[in-house]
């Protein structure tokens, strides 16, 4: 199924032939704005905000939350580099946490990691995964924090009914080439709050909120200018109707290729926060080696070889080097921020004994029951009756 088609050629082609690019510019009947209302409603969030792409989105929301020099946010130590890089942006500092086997930021180190001066819970929803919210909204409500959910990877994924993103008091979703739905570069800022809306539409948008234009009280402050056009929002709108079948596809595939692990030996179907609504599947090996080894199979990766995905390659975090020595938020933090990785072990551990299991839904459900036999081959069966008896 094609990822961009007729449907995209067409709205695009209507943008061009009315030649309004600014998003405001045909009031309602903009494809942005209609792009938002329908995201919205879709995934029942009171405010969207398309902005230019995830990384924006997260920092969108961490300022307009408020969040800034001194507070400390808690980040996984497995995500795309840009949720440790937005604290920065805002001039907080991102303090890492342990991930658990379900490969979501783990609910007891974020206890542990908690000092006086933490602000924020930013829980990543990897590989259409989701974190256990249940267990994070609790520690985050006792603690007094905010949450702002990073769903880049999780565009539309249900958890125990609701939509991931629209469970923390923020939440951010990418629309960048390789998510669930795309425009190429994009992204959104999620908010049931209505002033952290205002302060979002704020920030992103230097000249939306001049002083006679703006319909709101609040104060205006200095922005950045992370406005989509409707070019961007012209694609959104055609790929919106994407959505419902790639997450459909996503769930029998899932169904499909879980079985293949049945009964393997020393490897099994990582554990999933939401198993009833899986659409995101990694195995978690008993031995790193075997795990490299099933890395090499088509389709399938071993997630401590994915680039920037894990810590240790984060060299602007791990070095705490900004584009200008006195923008540096470290000299703003509380406290001496120090990132050893001998504290984050137990994340490596796990990443070297997970493998990733494309689903491959660009493939028709025949092709993927015919790499079944492969991806089987790949992982271990207990060779007889002996070698089936536990092996402790
Ligand atoms: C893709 C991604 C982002 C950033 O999105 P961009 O649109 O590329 O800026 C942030 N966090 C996670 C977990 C992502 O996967």
Request: overall charge positive.
């Amino acid at each position: 199924m094609p990822r961009v088609a007729f449907r995209e050629a067409w709205t695009l082609g209507r943008v061009l032939a009315n030649g309004q690019l600014l998003r405001y510019g045909r009031g309602d009947k903009g494809y942005t704005v209609r792009f938002e209302r329908a995201l919205a409603q879709k995934i029942d969030s009171r405010h969207v905000l398309a902005v230019t792409s995830g990384t924006n989105a997260l920092i969108t929301a961490l300022a307009a939350a408020g969040v800034g020099p001194g507070d400390e946010v808690l980040v996984p130590a497995y995500t795309w580099v840009s949720t440790a890089l937005a604290p920065l942006a805002v001039g907080a500092v991102p303090i890492l946490v342990n991930i658990d086997e379900s490969l979501a930021i783990d609910p007891a180190d974020i206890e542990r990691k908690i000092t006086p001066h933490t602000r924020a819970i930013m829980p990543v929803h990897m590989l259409n995964l989701p974190c256990d919210m249940d267990r994070i909204m609790g520690v985050a409500r006792r603690h007094g924090l905010l949450v702002v959910e990073d769903a880049c990877q999780a565009v539309g994924v249900p958890y125990r009914g609701r939509k991931l993103g629209t469970i923390g008091d923020l939440g951010a979703f990418s629309f960048n080439h390789y998510k669930n739905i795309t425009s190429g570069e994009g992204g959104a800022v999620l908010t049931d709050d209505d002033r952290y809306f205002t302060r979002a539409r704020m920030y992103h948008d230097p000249g939306n909120f001049i002083r006679g234009h703006a319909e709101t009280d609040e104060p205006l402050f200095s922005a950045m200018n992370f406005r989509v056009s409707e070019l961007t929002g012209a694609v959104l709108y055609a790929q919106l109707q994407r959505l419902d079948p790639l997450l459909a596809r996503l769930r029998r595939r899932y169904e499909l290729v879980a079985e293949t692990f049945e009964g393997a030996a020393g490897c099994r179907v990582s554990p999933h926060n939401d198993p009833d609504n899986a659409m995101g599947l990694t195995v978690l090996f008993d031995d790193p080696e075997e795990a490299r080894r099933f890395g090499a199979t088509r389709g399938v990766e071993r997630l401590l070889d994915t680039d920037r995905h894990v810590f240790t390659n984060w060299d602007a975090i791990l070095s705490k080097r900004s584009f200008h020595p006195k923008m540096n938020a470290y000299n703003w933090a509380n406290r001496d921020i120090e990132y050893r990785i001998e504290d984050y072990r137990h994340t490596l551990d796990i990443l070297s004994r997970t493998c990733r299991v494309a689903l491959g839904t660009q493939y028709p459900a025949s092709v993927m029951r015919l790499r079944k036999p492969a991806l089987r081959r790949a992982v271990r069966r207990p060779a007889g009756p002996a070698a089936a008896a536990p092996a402790e």
